[in-house]
């Protein structure tokens, strides 16, 4: 459940956790209770600390993504700006935003680190008091501020804060706890419910719905003391334990008492409007799901009314900014008591690709978001006390079962270049100094190096001729199952550190018009990370009109494969295994880190000559130029004078040789 816990932490204390070097007072944080999902455990490691009350343009401001184990200072955009003195800093998992609360002469807002939101500061509202802020479970973006003589209650994470009003009569009402003149001692809230405990012995309680409703006050008992505490302990029971001290033994009892919410709403007194709903059910209600880029999520839910009643369901998402939504609603045929039973059909995507937001209006494509999606009942009575909304939650990222694969038709060992049972017997092979380097800065080292095959990750390599252009086939698969061959944009790089292949197109071939990135500007910033460092959080594409940046050198190979261009990779003179890594760098293909490590065997290279290539051209070019002349002058020369006493001559000395030689005496 959502948690506002004070505490205090002060330089050189015994409490001084790791990374804080400034007082703080409070911290603050909330838990996620879906699922083992690796962004709900995100949201339960968060914590915020801070000092507050200190003047919020000069506070330090420290997170925790380690449940409060070590901290980091927190840099908020335009802090300096600000004007008044913090009142709290809050992760609003149901906006992706991060609150900070400004307190400036009785008022007080809120001011959200993310665009849309960045642009202005939530509306004011009364702050009279130092407010308690509690954040209901469910990431709802449900806020409730309370003092003994105010509560206030914000559905949208403080963007609208607003009293609750409270009902003492059928008849009598106030629109807030100063006006109904009551002193609050407790409040209890679950995802859909709230309890308020008065010292004046009276319990109010009210539902936490999509819509603003007022709290009723149930009839008075001798429930209150100074030590009593209400809660939940289930939908609609409430419990309100008061400890009883034993003078004999340090430890304490609790007087227990109980309350069906239910049971007290049937009192006539209370005249409470029957519910107008007999069922609302999705088997989506406390799940989670997650929308990646491009995707889409149906969900359906079932709505049955009482006889003669015309009820409006209301569905609603948390974030509109990231998450947009669209309703169908139909009949769907009858119970067998003759109800008629309404099917609603909810469609969910990305508010970027429904076209119908202003772009000022949505939050970044580029970052995953979340939302919640709510379905509820508009104006429901206060007695559908089991008749709880259906809520899920969804992330607007990375869909964990999405994976790449690369195409392997033609492999090595398929055409037995390779044999697969000396690649599992710790094979092993050797790349050449001048071929290598460690660094990946194209430079050749200074020994050969000794690469152990793993065959169990890498498999059979594919088989590549290394005078045909090259790009790999990646395949996108998605719970085992394929799903397209991709077309978004990725880069290679041999993890080894060879440097024998280049690409066939250029920045200007790429038609480029700013200076595209390459793995030796992406080294240089990635210092920790490197040497694999490229992906779709760094990337910027060249062809991007907002990317300012001078085409300064048009000839440098462009590194990027796939997307809008047919760029591939050319190798070099060299037979041997590349072992590459394959990153999908395209930020709006997919949220995830879409990577891979895969093999190719480059083949049909013939051996680079000992002999220098000018010792072999420059003869044989000679000799092509003598025999070309030879056989144009030599039949010219023997028509003229000199050619027939030349021909006589050698007709002469062939004539006399054959007298010599017996060989040709035993011819005749």
């Known amino acids: 459940m959502g948690i506002f816990s004070p505490t205090y932490c002060m330089l050189g204390t015994e409490n001084r956790r790791e990374g804080i070097e400034h007082p703080v007072s409070h911290i603050s944080g909330?838990?996620?209770?879906?699922?083992?999902?690796?962004?709900?455990?995100?949201?339960?490691?968060?914590?915020?600390?801070?000092?507050?009350?200190?003047?919020?343009?000069?506070?330090?401001?420290?997170?925790?993504?380690?449940?409060?184990?070590?901290?980091?200072?927190?840099?908020?955009?335009?802090?300096?700006?600000?004007?008044?003195?913090?009142?709290?800093?809050?992760?609003?998992?149901?906006?992706?935003?991060?609150?900070?609360?400004?307190?400036?002469?009785?008022?007080?807002?809120?001011?959200?680190?993310?665009?849309?939101?960045?642009?202005?500061?939530?509306?004011?509202?009364?702050?009279?008091?130092?407010?308690d802020i509690l954040i209901t479970p469910g990431q709802k973006g449900i806020l409730i501020f309370w003092f003994e003589k105010s509560l206030l209650v914000s559905g949208n994470a403080g963007q609208l804060v607003y009293p609750v009003p409270m009902d003492e009569e059928p008849r009598i009402s106030y629109s807030s706890v100063?006006?109904?003149?009551?002193?609050?001692?407790?409040?209890?809230?679950?995802?859909?419910?709230?309890?308020?405990l008065t010292r004046e012995n009276s319990l109010y309680y009210g539902s936490l719905g999509i819509l603003p409703s007022s709290l009723i006050k149930f009839s008075g008992q001798n429930i209150w003391s100074q030590e009593a505490a209400v809660?939940?302990?289930?939908?609609?029971?409430?419990?309100?334990?008061?400890?009883?001290?034993?003078?004999?033994?340090?430890?304490?009892?609790?007087?227990?008492?109980?309350?069906?919410?239910?049971?007290?709403?049937?009192?006539?007194?209370?005249?409470?409007?029957?519910?107008?709903?007999?069922?609302?059910?999705?088997?989506?209600?406390?799940?989670?799901?997650?929308?990646?880029?491009?995707s889409k999520l149906q969900l359906t839910a079932l709505m049955i009314p009482r006889p003669g009643r015309s009820p409006v369901p209301l569905a609603m998402v948390s974030n509109p900014h990231s998450l947009g939504l669209q309703v169908a609603i139909y009949e769907d045929g009858y119970t067998y008591d003759g109800n008629t039973k309404h099917r609603l059909n909810i469609s969910l995507r990305q508010q970027h690709h429904w076209g119908r937001a202003n772009p000022n209006f949505t939050s970044s494509i580029k970052k995953p978001t979340v939302s919640t999606i709510t379905l509820d009942v508009a104006n429901k009575e206060i007695s559908c006390v089991d008749l709880k909304p259906l809520t899920a939650l969804i992330s607007v990222g990375c869909d964990q079962g999405k994976k790449i694969v690369i195409q392997n038709k033609i492999s090595a060992c398929s055409n037995g270049i390779l044999d697969p049972v000396g690649l599992q017997d710790n094979y092993s092979y050797i790349i050449e100094k001048e071929a290598y380097d460690p660094n990946f800065r194209g430079q050749m080292s200074r020994e050969d190096l000794v690469v152990n095959y793993p065959y169990e990750k890498l498999g059979c390599p594919r088989l590549v001729y290394y005078n045909t252009p090259w790009r790999p086939v990646v395949e996108l698969w998605r719970e085992g199952k394929f799903q397209e061959v991709t077309k978004a944009e990725f880069v290679l790089l041999e993890v080894n550190g060879l440097f024998t292949y280049t690409y066939s197109l250029t920045a200007q071939m790429a038609l480029c018009r700013s200076q595209p990135q390459n793995w030796t500007t992406i080294l240089e910033s990635a210092g920790d990370k490197r040497p694999f460092a490229w992906d779709r959080e760094n990337?910027?594409?060249?062809?991007?009109?907002?990317?300012?940046?001078?085409?300064?050198?048009p000839d440098v190979p462009y590194q990027i494969l796939g997307g809008p261009t047919a760029n591939k990779v050319i190798f070099d003179q060299r037979n041997g295994i590349y072992v590459f890594f394959l990153s999908i760098v395209d930020p709006y293909y997919s949220y995830c880190h879409l990577e891979t490590t895969f093999s190719v065997y480059v083949y049909g290279a013939l051996p680079p000559s000992i002999i220098p290539?000018?010792?072999?051209?420059?003869?044989?070019?000679?000799?092509?130029?003598?025999?070309?002349?030879?056989?144009?002058?030599?039949?010219?020369?023997?028509?003229?004078?000199?050619?027939?006493?030349?021909?006589?001559?050698?007709?002469?000395?062939?004539?006399?040789?054959?007298?010599l030689c017996p060989c040709f005496q035993g011819r005749r």
């Open 539 to 553: 990337y910027i594409s060249c062809h991007d009109p907002d990317n300012d940046a001078p085409l300064r050198w």
């Open 30 to 131: 909330d838990n996620c209770c879906y699922s083992g999902h690796p962004f709900c455990v995100d949201i339960s490691n968060s914590v915020f600390a801070y000092l507050h009350g200190d003047q919020i343009s000069q506070t330090h401001v420290y997170f925790s993504n380690t449940r409060g184990y070590t901290f980091q200072k927190f840099a908020y955009e335009r802090q300096a700006e600000l004007v008044g003195s913090l009142g709290g800093v809050f992760h609003f998992h149901s906006l992706s935003q991060v609150g900070l609360l400004l307190i400036d002469q009785g008022k007080a807002m809120f001011s959200y680190s993310e665009h849309p939101l960045n642009r202005s500061l939530g509306l004011p509202f009364d702050y009279n008091g130092t407010l």
């Open 231 to 294: 809660m939940f302990t289930d939908v609609g029971q409430v419990e309100i334990l008061t400890p009883l001290p034993d003078p004999m033994f340090p430890a304490f009892d609790f007087q227990r008492c109980p309350m069906n919410v239910q049971e007290i709403l049937m009192d006539p007194q209370l005249q409470v409007d029957v519910c107008k709903v007999e069922l609302l059910q999705g088997e989506f209600d406390n799940r989670m799901y997650s929308i990646d880029m491009n």
């Open 178 to 196: 100063s006006e109904a003149n009551v002193t609050i001692h407790n409040i209890a809230a679950n995802q859909n419910e709230l309890a308020v």
């Open 613 to 659: 290539t000018t010792v072999t051209i420059i003869p044989l070019i000679m000799a092509m130029l003598l025999s070309v002349w030879s056989a144009y002058m030599i039949p010219k020369l023997l028509h003229t004078e000199k050619g027939l006493r030349l021909k006589e001559f050698w007709m002469n000395l062939c004539r006399r040789l054959r007298n």
